[in-house]
């Protein structure tokens, strides 16, 4: 069965500074990986997505991922944060089966930017 | 439209009360999704629906009767709920997977539901 591993549960960090988010994989099989935004009583947003091709993986507010096959990583990153990315992310594989995608989210990763 | 809407934002109800969720999507998707978030937690699958048609029940317990309508709607039917089933209830729709179009989904803003 397909996992996901959120490395960290809380990222704090400054306004402007940049960060990361790690998220591992175990499969055995292709893989196709999510990032999604919850943003404080919402429901998610997805950020970007790899399904196959170049990658480093380009997404919505600036954040971008990259595709590791050799270490199974999906890590998310983005090169300055606002205040308003403060949020919680979370990395999801999917096992496509029988038409329709079920996702296996990681446990999340609570994002806190402060000015 | 790629809004996926959700009727009511909250809803507060007693253990023999009867209540429904509504989801809606106007999309064009035929795969239609009902998750379960605790607080602080990733969200867990309950029911997958693909062409109006139960195509995956999570082991969730009966007091939770989920209905496709149509390829628009998803309800849920809720039924002698218990304190512990207090959390935020989201639909996800998405096209059906196939080799050509991994569709990604698309989640409603959610329901609050609390249990008294």
């Known amino acids: 069965a397909q996992s996901v591993t959120q490395l960290d549960s809380q990222v704090p960090v400054f306004e402007e500074a940049p960060v990361e988010l790690r998220c591992n994989y175990s499969s055995s099989v292709s893989v196709y990986l999510f990032w999604y935004v919850q943003y404080p009583n919402q429901g998610l947003q997805l950020l970007l997505k790899?399904?196959?091709?170049?990658?480093l993986v380009k997404g919505i507010n600036g954040f971008e991922a990259e595709f590791n096959k050799s270490q199974t990583s999906f890590h998310l990153r983005k090169p300055s944060v606002h205040i308003s990315d403060t949020a919680e992310y979370f990395c999801?594989?999917?096992?496509?089966?029988?038409?329709?995608?079920?996702?296996?989210f990681g446990a999340g990763t609570r994002l806190a930017v402060h000015p | 439209d790629t809004e996926v809407t959700q009727t009511p934002k909250h809803l507060v109800m007693g253990m023999t009360n009867k209540k429904s969720l509504k989801c809606e999507q106007h999309m064009g998707h035929r795969v239609m999704y009902w998750y379960k978030q605790k607080a602080k937690k990733p969200p867990e699958l309950m029911f997958v629906y693909s062409y109006e048609k139960l195509s995956i029940n999570e082991s969730v317990p009966s007091r939770f009767s989920p209905e496709c309508p149509n390829s628009s709607l998803l309800n849920l039917h809720l039924h002698a709920l218990q304190p512990e089933d207090s959390a935020l209830y989201l639909c996800?729709?998405?096209?059906?997977?196939?080799?050509?179009?991994?569709?990604?989904?698309?989640f409603g803003p959610g329901t609050r539901l609390t249990v008294l």
């Open positions: 996800a729709s998405s096209q059906v997977w196939t080799s050509g179009a991994q569709g990604e989904q698309f």
């Open positions: 790899y399904l196959s091709g170049s990658t």
């Open positions: 999801a594989v999917s096992e496509p089966s029988g038409g329709y995608n079920k996702l296996i």
